[in-house]
């Protein structure tokens, strides 16, 4: 295989960020893209120097030239049209959280199993060199054994009842847009689940979260996540041990590490990139697939049904509060 042929679907703010760093990945091609409208899709294709561009998604999945397909819909989208695309016999990278259901993933896992498929959740942060260089300094040893983990993400989105962030019919609230990150963060450096379970969280008018506080255990690390949509949290990832500690700033797009011992930066890692990062999980989808391999091990199917498990339980308890 000399190239990837990519099949995007959406034109959304993702969607195009995607695309924007699919140039410093090498084999991979931007084939086609599909909107809902033939102007949106004319556009970006055009914009992005997509070689195709559809109106309806299945059209897309019907090309017999894509390979592979980024979906970047909204996250309520997903299921269908995963689905849709695995039924059509493509590999699916797929925009996070990839379901709003544990039965939902489940499902998706089993068919792109039974299809011999990739289906990878987009969990770009875990393919960034920062995150890697920082689980490989805890590995290690360098901040001796591990007692709390504490990540946040948030970012002000003016409340609109009309938007899809508010509206409950569309998945909406902070847990499944940005609480994802704090989440999944935390599982890349814990070797377990997390349980004990404490959360607060504020409602807005629609019913929704809109900021909402996790506190958790893992065997004997301490857990402290945010997600909101009322402020901007400092998005920084703090991984602390018996001897040291790490920080991860802005984790979610993380660029640099720095580890400490007590008050002194013992260290630092910068990875000096062009790119937003997004190329990253391309090049691991090309990888696979080259090598005839449908489930990543960095992003495993494990990892998506974990993730859906924990905002099950997280939206759980919300509801109850």
């Known amino acids: 295989m000399s190239k990837l042929n990519w099949g995007i679907v959406s034109t959304g703010r993702i969607a195009a960020l995607f695309c924007q760093d699919i140039a410093f990945a090498e084999n991979n091609h931007l084939y086609a893209v599909a909107a809902r409208t033939q102007d949106d899709a004319d556009v970006f294709a055009q914009q992005y120097h997509v070689e195709k561009a ?13 390979d592979i397909v980024y979906i970047a819909t909204p996250h309520n989208f997903h299921f269908q049209q995963t689905y849709d695309a695995l039924m059509a016999g493509k590999h699916v990278l797929c925009e996070k959280p990839m379901t709003v259901s544990v039965e939902e993933c489940q499902i998706l896992v089993d068919l792109a199993k039974a299809k011999n498929l990739l289906l990878m959740e987009a969990l770009w942060t875990y393919f960034l060199p920062a995150l890697k260089h920082a689980k490989q300094w805890l590995d290690d040893g360098l901040i001796g054994q591990l007692k709390h983990i504490k990540v946040d993400f948030g970012y002000p989105i003016p409340f609109n009842p009309d938007d899809r962030a508010y509206n409950p019919q569309l998945a909406g609230g902070c847990l499944l847009d940005m609480g994802i990150y704090p989440l999944a963060i935390a599982n890349y450096f814990l070797d377990a689940d997390i349980g004990n379970l404490y959360v607060q969280a504020h409602c807005c008018e629609t019913g929704v979260e809109d900021d909402v506080i996790i506190i958790a255990k893992s065997e004997q690390v301490m857990v402290s996540l945010a997600a909101s949509f009322q402020c901007r949290l400092s998005n920084n990832a703090y991984i602390i041990g018996d001897k040291g500690y790490i920080i991860i700033p802005d984790a979610f797009r993380a660029s640099k590490c720095h580890l400490y ?4 930066q013992v260290d630092t890692f910068s990875d000096n990139r062009q790119s937003l990062g997004y190329h990253f999980e391309a090049e691991e989808a090309y990888r696979l697939i080259e090598n005839g391999i449908f489930e990543s091990k960095v992003v495993s199917h494990r990892h998506s049904l974990l993730l859906q498990s924990q905002m099950a339980r997280v939206k759980a308890l919300i509801n109850k509060s």
């Open 54 to 66: 559809y109106q309806g998604y299945q059209t897309l999945f019907d090309d017999p030239d894509v």
């Open 261 to 264: 011992h007590l008050d002194e």
